[in-house]
Structures are given as structure tokens and as C-alpha cells.
Nanobody
Framework: QVQLVESGGGLVQAGGSLRLSCAAS????????MGWFRQAPGQEREFVAG????????YVADSVKGRFTISRDNAKNTVYLQMISLKIEDTAVYYC????????????????WGQGTQVTVSS
């Protein structure tokens, strides 16, 4: 069982930056690849970024490439999403999720989810 708790969301102006954190419980964090997803009002949840178990491989959606960076610290059981040059269209609830073994862009493949953290980008 893995419990995930996101933090770091908030209100930021367009062009600003935020860093989201996702703290995981349990001793098996390093067994899981991790992903960040987001869901804007009235839209489906979409994949944002993923990172392999040891952090050696990452994958970022085209919509955020060059602006968002995913990283992890297995010693702290934490995964991060650094977001820069934020745009109004980045406004969404951001979720972290854990998947056993390999990164996937498919939300149904993930085993555990956090409760989400709201990111609001204003003009």
C-alpha cells in the first residue's frame, strides 16, 4: 500500500513558477515509477510527466515540455514537479500517482493516487 500526499499548489501569475511535491508513505517507494497528471475543469485528466523508479528516465508531455521538470528523491520518498513559465491553461488540479515498475501515460495503469493539489494561474 502506498499513500501519496501532494503539496505546493497555489495561485500564481502567468509566467511564474511553482514546485509541487508528492510525499509517499511506505518502504517500497523506489519500486514505483511515478507520474503527474492534471485535470482542468470540464476536461479529462491528462498525463503531464513521468519518472522511472531510479529517476534515470523521464517523460514529459509535449504541452509542458521545456517548462516542467519531474524529479524524485528516493531517500525522501518524494517526487517533484518543477513548473516554470506557467500559462493560464496550466490551471488544473494536479495529481501524483504511482505505478509498479514502468512509466505509463495511461492513468488507468496507475495503482495509487494522491488527493490532488490545485494550481491556478492568473493573468
Amino acid at each position: 500500500q502506498v499513500q501519496l500526499v501532494e503539496s505546493g499548489g497555489g495561485l500564481v501569475q502567468a509566467g511564474g513558477s511553482l514546485r509541487l511535491s508528492c510525499a509517499a508513505s511506505g518502504r517500497t517507494f523506489s519500486s514505483y515509477a511515478m507520474g503527474w497528471f492534471r485535470q482542468a475543469p470540464g476536461q479529462e485528466r491528462e498525463f503531464v510527466a513521468g519518472i522511472s523508479r531510479n529517476g534515470g528516465s523521464t517523460y514529459v508531455a509535449d504541452s509542458v515540455k521545456g517548462r516542467f521538470t519531474i524529479s524524485r528523491d528516493n531517500a525522501k520518498n518524494t517526487v517533484y514537479l518543477q513548473m516554470i513559465s506557467l500559462k493560464i491553461e496550466d490551471t488544473a488540479v494536479y495529481y501524483c500517482a504511482a505505478i509498479l515498475f514502468r512509466i505509463s501515460t495511461m492513468q488507468d495503469a496507475y495503482d495509487y493516487w494522491g488527493q490532488g493539489t490545485q494550481v491556478t494561474v492568473s493573468s
